[in-house]
């Protein structure tokens, strides 16, 4: 009985989350500028498409943080391409007022109702001035 108890424990060990697959990304984030100009900062970049179904409606989401990654506001804005197949490049840009503290900018994704997608470098990338 108490080879059984430690082959099952064993067994338990073996079948870990651990073994479990990493989930691949769903968009590459491949290049962000952000620029401080006055009163107001500009996000430009480019992305790639990682996902195996395409993409539809991709929002991005532009996370401002202070010192300590705090953070400061969010502003989202949709990339002009209504579809991105796997393997596709997009450029975004964005503009908003500056928010105040904010010295890093970080990227999140979102497509088709909201769905959060898997981001590959998704900074915190500077805010130059």
């Known amino acids: 009985m108490k080879v059984l108890l430690v082959a099952l424990a064993a067994l338990a060990l073996c ?3 651990a ?12 290049l962000v ?12 970049g480019r992305l790639r498409a990682t ?8 929002v991005l989401e532009f996370v401002f943080l202070a010192s300590g990654k705090q953070v400061v506001t ?6 002009d391409e209504p579809s991105l197949e796997n393997g596709d490049e997009a450029a ?9 503290n904010a010295i890093q900018v970080l990227v999140r994704a979102s497509a088709g ?17």
Not at 33 to 44: E, I, N, S
Not at 51 to 58: E, T, Y
Not at 118 to 125: E, T
């Open 113 to 129: 109702g909201g769905r959060e997608l898997i981001v590959d470098n998704p900074g915190p990338f500077p805010i130059e001035n």
């Open 15 to 17: 079948a870990s989350p």
């Open 92 to 100: 975004f840009h964005a503009a908003t007022s500056f928010p105040r």
């Open 51 to 58: 996902a195996d179904k395409p993409l539809l409606d991709v």
């Open 19 to 30: 073994d479990k697959k990493k989930k691949s990304s769903d968009v590459e984030i491949l």
């Open 33 to 44: 500028k952000a620029v401080h100009d006055g009163t107001d900062v500009t996000v430009d």
């Open 74 to 79: 969010t502003r989202t804005t949709a990339i």
